[in-house]
């Protein structure tokens, strides 16, 4: 087995701030993604990467950038955060992009 | 394109009834099909999943699915539910002519009271 470890748990950044989560997998998996969860909205993917170095835009990129510098490792950064933002990063991996994900407990941003 | 019906929104069940959530997806061909648990704070736990074969699939914690072809259909089913399914539970797809992974629905959110 494996896990994925996000950091922080919880973030709270001003509005205007850049803002950084991270994300680590130990599954050895090709694919991770990162997805931001709203209430009553599902999961919408805002970037995955197939591989170390490649970056791949989701429905919900903009005000957003990431970074896959190792295999291992997934970053995203808000580049500007919406006043009143409040919703949970989801960071995911999978071998495959047809195979089952799996994902981190989350980052809980709050904007103030 | 493809996507994901959950049509129930919130379902609520009394301890040790059972328990049937649906799933509804569109799609050309035929998908791998997926469902997920979320229990509060957590992020998605994956329960069962169907690739192909038999079209009744048996997970964790007791739960089954049943995919159905013609009927666009991938419902999960529990004979007798506990206190702890209290959670969110997502249906989703796989549509491998689909760069981006899976597709999600937008979850359905079960109350078990005892």
């Known amino acids: 087995g494996g896990i994925i470890t996000q950091t922080p748990k919880f973030l709270i950044g001003q509005e205007g701030q850049k803002l950084t989560l991270k994300c680590q997998q130990n599954f050895n998996h090709d694919t991770m993604y990162w997805y931001r969860q709203d209430s009553g909205k599902g999961l919408r993917l805002i970037y995955y990467?197939?591989?170390?170095?490649?970056?791949q835009k989701g429905d919900l990129s903009e005000g957003y950038d990431a970074s896959r510098e190792k295999k291992s490792s997934f970053s995203l950064t808000v580049t500007s955060a919406q006043k009143n933002e409040m919703a949970v990063f989801l960071c995911?991996?999978?071998?495959?992009?047809?195979?089952?994900?799996?994902f981190g407990k989350g980052t809980r941003l709050t904007v103030v | 394109a493809q996507s994901v019906t959950q049509p129930d929104a919130r379902v609520t069940v009394s301890e040790g009834a059972s328990l049937q959530l649906r799933c509804k997806y569109s799609?050309?061909?035929?998908?791998?099909l997926f469902w997920y648990v979320q229990y509060p704070r957590q992020g998605l736990q994956l329960l069962l999943k169907y690739y192909s074969g038999d079209p009744v699939v048996q997970g964790v914690n007791g739960f089954e699915a049943e995919f159905s072809k013609s009927n666009s259909s991938f419902h999960l089913r529990k004979a007798s539910v506990h206190w702890s399914d209290s959670a969110v539970y997502f249906c989703?797809?796989?549509?491998?002519?689909?760069?981006?992974?899976?597709?999600f629905g937008l979850g359905t959110r079960v109350s078990v009271f005892p």
């Open positions: 799609y050309s061909g035929t998908p791998y």
């Open positions: 995911a991996s999978s071998p495959r992009l047809d195979t089952e994900v799996f």
């Open positions: 989703a797809l796989s549509a491998r002519d689909y760069a981006q992974g899976l597709t």
């Open positions: 990467s197939i591989t170390e170095n490649d970056l």
